[in-house]
């Protein structure tokens, strides 16, 4: 029904889950329901296929949920082919790693003995422009340095989850504002959607209680994508206020 109003194209990516890529979960079943079930007016974007077709690094970490910045990178590359708009290719990034990881997986397991990852900041446009919501204030760059001395190392990507952030870049290799409705995924993909598009806005409705109709008519997005990991999709009350 939000699509069908929304006189904007609607796009879809549920992102199958860690246990997906490590243990074999039959996510992908799920997936097919959720598409079948998402109206006309809702494109599909298959980043499955995408990421099944990566062999050569970790997608996702092993003491997190989240996928890891390759993984973002590919299902980056898959939405903007499916768009039909340019992208950065991964040899376009100047890759930093940072050791020592432990993410919320890992403080749930009791598996102490289970080696640490390496989070990679992925540099495309350095000078990426970032605000959110909350705190209002301009911020350069879509790694928050500071948040790598803290326990949960993964705010580094956009300062953690916030209700609407807004990533302005000067450089980009397209036009158009795409507007996400996201959860914590987006925290890393936001950053490479921005590589190609001049302006990103992503919402959280876990902590966004307005009528996203409301920010359609005040912003004029070109696009619009709904990206969410399958379990938050599977369980998140607040796709209510998609209206």
């Not at 799920?30 to 995408?50: F, H, M, Q, S, W």
């Amino acid at each position: 029904a939000f699509a069908a109003a929304a006189n904007v194209q609607v796009d879809l990516m549920i992102v199958p889950s860690a246990g997906w890529a490590v243990a074999g979960y039959d996510d992908e079943a799920k997936i097919r329901d959720i598409y079948a079930l998402a109206g006309e007016n809702v494109t599909p974007v298959d980043v499955l296929t995408a990421l099944s077709a990566h062999n050569d690094a970790p997608l996702y970490y092993r003491t997190d949920h989240h996928w890891t910045s390759l993984g973002a990178h590919t299902a980056y590359a898959a939405y903007m082919e499916a768009k039909d708009r340019a992208y950065r290719a991964k040899e376009e990034f100047t890759v930093e790693a940072v050791p020592g990881f432990y993410g919320s997986t890992y403080s749930r397991s009791a598996l102490w003995l289970t080696p640490a990852d390496t989070i990679e900041l992925w540099t495309g446009t350095p000078d990426l422009q970032v605000t959110n919501k909350e705190s209002g204030k301009l911020h350069t760059g879509i790694f928050y340095r500071e948040r790598l001395e803290e326990a949960d190392k993964y705010t580094v990507f956009l300062d953690g989850n916030h209700s609407l952030v807004t990533i302005r870049n000067p450089h980009a290799v397209g036009q158009g504002k795409l507007l996400v409705i996201r959860d914590s995924y987006s925290n890393c993909l936001g950053g490479f959607l921005a590589e190609s598009y001049e302006t990103v806005v992503l919402v959280d409705l876990r902590y966004y209680k307005q009528p996203i109709s409301q920010l359609l008519a005040q912003e004029g997005f070109d696009d619009i994508l709904v990206c969410y990991s399958l379990g938050n999709f599977l369980t998140d009350k607040n796709i209510i206020w998609l209206r």
